[in-house]
């Protein structure tokens, strides 16, 4: 949730510098605003994640409840507990979700686009069988 909320912020905010389809640049504009996305997304839902793995896992390790957990991993760490195993978890979840959100635009993207030059070559072939005919 908290990916997909900053997916989309950033889809929101980050504004292309040209709209135009047909420029050399809007492709490169699209996939760089796609990989910042993704990023960003995968990043974020990671790192604000990471205390409720930290807790969940401590949970397994101890059976002890919540509250009880929570309690055990202030006495020992402190704040410090928060930020515990953020690389493993930066490689367990931040790129997978940033891998699943820049394939998806990738294929959004080449799906547009396909279908752009399918309805552009439909047209150009229902003109010229008109001037034909």
């Known amino acids: 949730m908290v990916a997909i909320a900053v997916k989309d912020w950033v889809e929101e905010h980050y504004k292309l510098s040209t709209k135009d389809v ?14 910042v996305k993704s990023l960003a997304a995968g990043v974020a839902g990671a790192a604000l994640t990471n205390p409720f793995d930290v807790i969940r896992n401590e949970q397994f390790k ?7 957990t929570i309690q055990h991993l202030w006495n020992d760490m402190g704040w410090r507990f928060l930020g ?12 997978p979700i ?14 547009e686009e396909w279908a752009a030059s399918s309805s552009a070559a439909t ?3 229902t ?4 001037k034909v005919g």
């Open 98 to 111: 940033g891998c699943t959100i820049f394939l998806t635009d990738l294929f959004i993207q080449y799906t």
């Open 62 to 68: 101890n059976h002890l409840g919540m509250r009880m």
């Open 123 to 125: 047209a150009t072939n």
């Open 84 to 95: 515990r195993g953020i690389g493993k978890n930066m490689i367990a979840v931040a790129m």
């Open 22 to 35: 047909n420029s050399p640049s809007y492709h490169n504009e699209r996939m760089q605003k796609s990989v």
């Open 127 to 130: 003109s010229t069988t008109q």
